[in-house]
T-cell receptor
């Protein structure tokens, strides 16, 4: 599985845009990039998934450059409730499990 | 859609006893389910992959005789922690991959907090 690297932590204030970048230099051709959010004592929650260029949904945007060796999760106008751990994962088609890295702990203050 | 439940949400047991945790996909069939363990302030660690109707595949370092996994149907997998000890206290999370879905199309349960006294 492609290994991912993310910043350990980030701080932000309410109303700001937060961008979390993930490196995945060994991403394979068939791999998708998926981001999950996890609150304490809860299971991870799917945020967004993409393969290339840009994907946007109601909660976030995902930017993937042409070489796909990195990706950036963009959270517009964060609120206190966005304080959580964010995981970037790269998935294979071979039927194996998702392997979680350390994730990025985002702390949003008022 | 794509809801995964776990039962119980939390459990306290005495050292030496066994505990069973259920993972159910409520509105889809899951040919594959995964079990993770998460210690405080750490990431999720994959324990095993459970395929319906076959034996589970355990990750290196996970004792298969201690963590018994059964995936008897397309909507239910169970994890039994046998002869639990305090060091088994952790947050156990399952995920389910929709039948016919991609590997990375997984849905996670809410987790089960196990405390062994």
């Amino acid at each position: 599985l492609a290994k991912t690297t993310q910043p350990i932590s980030m701080d932000s204030y309410e109303g700001q845009e937060v961008n979390i970048t993930c490196s995945h230099n060994n991403i394979a051709t068939n791999d998708y990039i998926t981001w999950y959010q996890q609150f304490p004592s809860q299971g991870p929650r799917f945020i967004i998934q993409g393969y290339k260029t840009k994907v946007t949904n109601e909660v976030a945007s995902l930017f993937i450059p042409a070489d796909r060796k990195s990706s950036t999760l963009s959270l517009p106008r964060v609120s206190l409730s966005d304080t959580a751990v964010y995981y970037c994962l790269v998935g294979e088609q071979a039927g194996t499990a998702l392997i979680f890295g350390k994730g990025t702990t985002l702390s949003v203050s008022s | 859609g794509a809801v995964v439940s776990q039962h119980p949400s939390w459990v306290i047991c005495k050292s030496g006893t066994s505990v069973k945790i259920e993972c159910r996909s409520l509105d889809f069939q899951a040919t594959t389910m995964f079990w993770y363990r998460q210690f405080p302030k750490q990431s999720l660690m994959l324990m095993a992959t459970s395929n319906e109707g076959s034996k589970a595949t355990y990750e290196q370092g996970v004792e298969k005789d201690k963590f018994l996994i059964n995936h008897a149907s397309l909507t239910l997998s169970t994890l039994t922690v046998t002869s639990a000890h305090p060091e088994d206290s952790s947050f156990y999370i399952c995920s389910a991959r929709r039948a016919g879905g991609r590997t990375d199309e997984q849905y996670f349960g809410p987790g089960t907090r196990l405390t062994v006294t």
